[in-house]
């Protein structure tokens, strides 16, 4: 997988090649972009979006979401936390995720 991030943009774009016994050669195309949402960057809005295709280049899976991050610095001594509450565009399913780094 090739990654690049464009720093400035808060951008990202990802090319790269899977391999697996069953679909043998898979090719993976994935970008990601982030738009702030408060000066301090605590929290932001991310739309992200992955395409999937196998060696004939038919297409076999896409993936799209858009969430909004929340970090929480400091929530407790030492302790960080990030709350992410979004949508998969695709599969039509909500999600939410807590995260602290202890």
Same mark, same amino acid.
């Given at each position: 997988?090739?990654?690049? %991030?464009? +720093?400035? %943009? +808060?951008?990202? *774009?990802?090319?790269?090649?899977?391999?697996?016994? /069953?679909?043998?050669?898979?090719?993976? %195309? /994935?970008?990601?972009?982030?738009? /702030?949402?408060?000066?301090?960057?605590?929290?932001?809005?991310?739309?992200? #979006?992955?395409? &999937?295709?196998?060696? #004939?280049?038919?297409?076999?899976?896409? @993936?799209?979401?858009? @969430?909004?991050?929340?970090?929480?610095? &400091?929530?407790?001594?030492?302790? &960080? $936390?990030? *709350?992410?509450?979004?949508? @998969? $565009?695709? #599969?039509?399913? +909500?999600?939410?995720?807590? /995260? #602290?780094?202890?």
């Amino acid at each position: 997988m090739m990654r690049h %991030l464009y +720093s400035d %943009l +808060s951008t990202s *774009l990802g090319v790269g090649l899977r391999y697996d016994k /069953r679909d043998k050669v898979r090719y993976t %195309l /994935r970008g990601k972009k982030s738009f /702030r949402v408060t000066n301090n960057d605590s929290m932001n809005f991310v739309v992200k #979006e992955r395409y &999937d295709v196998d060696q #004939e280049f038919k297409g076999r899976k896409s @993936e799209g979401a858009a @969430e909004f991050t929340c970090k929480i610095l &400091d929530f407790q001594r030492d302790q &960080d $936390v990030r *709350l992410k509450v979004g949508y @998969e $565009v695709f #599969e039509k399913v +909500s999600y939410l995720q807590i /995260r #602290e780094n202890n």
